[in-house]
């Protein structure tokens, strides 16, 4: 996937670290289950308080109540099952993700659901070794009935898993999301275990990186026909999705059935003109869409003045997202046209998109500047002109985005001025050949109060700011809300962050929400280092320093270098 959506499922694995836990945690034994159960009877549970709990488990040992006692027992049993991976018991949420369960330990779990009979929310995702074996859970959901939310991302589910959850289905007749996303034999035809079984009252259906097919496109439009209830659907990271005309038009058909759908995402699913036809009918339906996603759709060049005399429509649409669309100066004309229509608009992104640096003024005075809270133009070739132009909406922004714009070096000022006025919560600069002099007044601005709602700041590859700006930043006051700090260097020798890094140091007792520091390609002696470490450790900060170390846990790939 090559944007920051597609690597959405990705971020939610865990580290080497956590792998190694959940390990351990599995191969620890219980070595007195007797004392633990009494432990528990005493414990919260469904429909019982504690002091009934107590009673109930007194009467069960006199010879009162089989029933009661039973339960209460059952419930402690489910304690203990949770206890081994670290999860917290609770009667209407059942988590159990990253747990790395076994089918046996799947089984086991399905056994203890007649003791949850609340149960409101099923979250087993991230459990790759359950995948053909999900029948030993779906058998036992009868005992669940009133489950609303059921989540099974990324357990390597296979044909027979879902045509085994189709026919669970009947014994949840209250479900309103399902998400089978990160499955990827969910396509190819698997789908039509579904198909006639999800019950009407589904109101969520997600299904990202599924490798659905054209035919999956046929099948899933026929499944939303029976959903008139539906509210959000999300097919992301499908690419093959929509490479077939009239299959995507059965899916859009099926669409025209929800007039409820307030959100809508077909990120990277290879949408096409004849796309933007099939979608049309949909959205003259959809009057309560609210979020529209057509994202990484390349394309749709030159084809989405199609799809925008229908927008107009949309009067509650409060986001619309087209980045990395390869959108021409046509299609952004036709964009302006309508924009003054949607006035319901907040968030709106064109970013990764080259053509749209040249007509940023045009899309300003296009849009309802006071309500917009999202305008993100990263790497989107800004000229001088469209900069200033920018000045005009950054003042009611809580996000600003114009990372890869090397226009910004030397002209930060203008930009943050503007934001005195604006309560912002990020600002990303990557790559804007910010220089010292930036930093500087970064700094001022910082200390004047300006910043003091920010919680991301990245100010990453811009090799051309000295010691001097980044000891000024970091000895200002004025960030103490920043949870996360980027300012890794260029790609390329790394240098040494010795003359700044006793003010960042000292910036550590007012950043009391910091939880992340990136600095990569900086080096430090071992004794400074040490400090630093010492530093972090005690707030729990992680600290990523050259490219694959990190101080505290192992890291993630570097996201801002895939969205570039």
Known sequence: MDSADGQRGRDQRRSPLDAIMSQIRRKRVCTDRKSMNRLLIGS???????????????????????????????????????????????????????????????????????????????????NELIGGSLMALTSHLQHVGGVRTLKL???????????????????????????????????????????????????????????????????????LCSVPGLRVLDTSCNPRLAQEVEAFKELADGLSHSPSLSELRFHSCGLTGDSMDALSGPLRCSLSLRHLDLSCNKHLA????????????LTHLQSLDLHQCSLSLTDLQHLIQVLPLLTALTEFDVSSNQEVGGVVNQLVSALSLTQMRRFPLNNCSITQESY????????????????????????????????????????????????????????????????????????????????????????????????????????GPPARCSAWLPALLGALTRMEALTQVEMRRWTAAPEERRRLEAALRKRSVVVEWERGEEVDQESECDGHAAEK
């Open 388 to 491: 200033t132009s920018l000045a005009l909406v950054v003042p009611y922004l809580c996000s600003v985005d114009v990372s890869w714009s090397k226009v910004v070096g030397g002209r930060l000022p203008l930009l943050l001025d503007a934001l005195q006025l604006s309560v912002i919560q990020e600002l990303r600069l990557c790559s804007c050949d910010l220089t010292t002099s930036d930093l500087l007044h970064l700094a001022s601005v910082s200390g004047r109060g300006f910043l003091s709602s920010l919680l991301l700041l990245q100010l990453s590859c811009n090799g051309s700011v000295g010691d001097d700006g980044w000891a000024a930043l970091f000895s200002a006051p004025g960030l103490s809300s920043l949870r996360e700090l980027d300012v890794s260097r260029p790609p």
């Open 44 to 126: 919260e549970r469904p429909q019982i308080s504690q002091e009934g709990a107590k009673e109930a488990g007194s009467k069960g040992s006199a010879g009162g109540s089989g029933v009661d006692s039973q339960c209460v027992v059952g419930w402690g049993q489910v304690c203990v099952f949770l206890q081994k991976f670290g999860k917290n018991a609770d009667s209407r949420n059942l988590s159990v993700s990253h747990c790395d369960l076994t089918s046996t330990e799947l089984l086991e779990l399905a056994l203890l659901l007649q003791f949850l009979p609340q149960l409101d929310q099923v979250d087993a995702s991230w």
């Open 302 to 313: 030159t084809h989405l003045g199609r799809l925008t005399p229908h927008l107009w429509n």
């Open 153 to 223: 991302c990324s357990c390597r589910l296979n044909n027979d898993d879902i045509t085994a959850l189709g026919e669970a289905l009947s014994s949840l007749p209250h479900l309103e999301l399902l998400d089978l996303s990160w499955n990827s034999s969910v396509g190819g035809g698997a789908l039509k275990g579904l198909l006639g079984k999800v019950p009407p009252t589904l109101k969520e259906l997600h299904l990202l990186d599924c490798r659905l097919t054209a035919a999956d496109a046929s099948v899933l439009g026929r499944i």
